[in-house]
């Protein structure tokens, strides 16, 4: 079955700091999507991806964030300047299409430690 | 709004035995219904999805879930558990297909030998 890859798998960074996850959704999906799960508690919905622009965001997705597909394989999301509540699990997640019987596929996910 | 509650953070079965997983969701909207698995060191892999067809819904590895609007439910259930079937199992709602999955806290599922 196609995958989602995600790298690196541990990102360690000191607060303040930038990161940016990197996820290559598969070759013909159209729709992307980050989530995230803060250790023990629901995995939670970021941004949705759809033709180079945000199709939809939460709350939690405030101007520290940012998402792009620079080069139309990779799909990234950056954390402009980390805080210790950003440590998480960071999901990316992808679809072929809009039509609500296609499965959405996940990445095994990139794990954040802000220090 | 929409909102999903598991009940039962963790659950044991011997194996063989009949698995059962709880959850309720909260919808303004006729909502899609998702089961999630995660293995260990893996992503989230979709075990089975309502997206009001039929009320039983069949998955992958033998589980099933059924929706129960007037309990507002949708339990995930297999029949004989396997060791193989130890994992987090995340239940999830969307009011639009596949956008904005809200997703519950999981329920790590332990099979005993």
């Known amino acids: 079955e196609p995958e989602v890859t995600q790298t690196p798998s541990h990102q360690v960074t000191q607060m303040g700091q930038e990161v940016i996850l990197r996820c290559v959704p598969i070759?013909?999906?159209?729709?992307f999507y980050w989530y995230r799960q803060i250790l023990g508690q629901k995995v939670e919905f970021l941004v949705s991806?759809?033709?180079?622009?945000?199709?939809?965001k939460s709350e939690i997705f405030d101007d520290q964030f940012s998402v792009e597909r620079p080069d139309g394989s990779n799909f990234t999301l950056k954390i402009r300047s980390t805080k210790l509540e950003d440590s998480a699990m960071y999901f990316c997640?992808?679809?072929?299409?809009?039509?609500?019987?296609?499965?959405?596929?996940f990445g095994s996910g990139t794990q954040l430690s802000v220090l | 709004a929409q909102s999903v509650t598991q009940l039962g953070s963790h659950v044991s079965v011997s194996e063989g035995a009949l698995v059962l997983l709880r959850c309720n969701y909260s919808?303004?909207?006729?909502?899609?219904l998702f089961w999630y698995v995660q293995y260990p060191n893996q992503g989230l892999q979709l075990l089975l999805k309502y997206t009001s067809a039929a009320t039983l819904v069949k998955g992958i590895n033998g589980f099933e879930a059924e929706f129960k609007k007037s309990e507002t439910s949708f339990h995930l259930t297999k029949p004989s558990a396997h060791m193989s079937d130890a994992a987090e199992y995340f239940c999830?709602?969307?009011?639009?297909?596949?956008?904005?999955?809200?997703f519950g806290t999981g329920t790590r599922l332990t099979i005993i030998p």
């Open positions: 991806f759809y033709n180079n622009e945000i199709s939809e």
């Open positions: 997640a992808s679809t072929r299409s809009g039509v609500q019987n296609e499965k959405l596929f």
């Open positions: 919808s303004s909207v006729p909502p899609y």
């Open positions: 999830a709602v969307s009011n639009f297909g596949n956008e904005k999955l809200t």
């Open positions: 070759s013909n999906h159209l729709y």
